[in-house]
């Protein structure tokens, strides 16, 4: 279960340019404007926006795993979805070594959210 096949390759790098496009074309989205913090191993604290991780392509998206759906109802049994990690990557800039962080929802969440239109369309000039 552990073998990446090509195909699974191919999909996650389709997977991430997609989302580097989404982002960049949903520069307004509220969701975005979210921050993640990073800490490194060297003390310094990097903060970032959603969007400049994800338009600038500064993440790798990690292994496919299923979890069990927390909207099970009595009728569904059991049901698992796919869930596909994405892992944040940012060189430090005080001491060069890899800043990592798993961004909080997976790319099955994030999608949708960067597909919605959004309402205020005077942003956009
Ligand atoms: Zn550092």
Same mark, same amino acid.
């Given at each position: 279960m552990e073998d990446r096949t090509k195909e699974d390759i191919i999909n996650l790098k389709f997977m991430k340019e997609l989302l580097v496009s989404l982002s960049q074309k949903n520069r307004y989205n509220r969701f975005l404007k979210n921050k993640v913090e990073l800490k490194c191993k060297c003390g310094h604290i990097e903060t970032l926006t959603y969007y400049d991780f994800l338009a600038g392509g500064e993440f790798n998206l990690g292994q496919p795993f299923s979890v069990v759906s927390?909207? =099970?109802?009595?009728? =569904?049994?059991d049901e698992t979805i796919t869930a596909t990690p994405i892992n944040l990557i940012k060189k430090c800039p005080e001491c060069g070594e890899d800043i990592l962080a798993i961004f909080p929802i997976s790319v099955e969440n994030l999608v949708p959210l960067l597909q919605v239109r959004q309402p205020d369309p005077q942003m956009y000039g």
């Open positions: 927390p909207f =099970i109802t009595e009728s =569904i049994y």
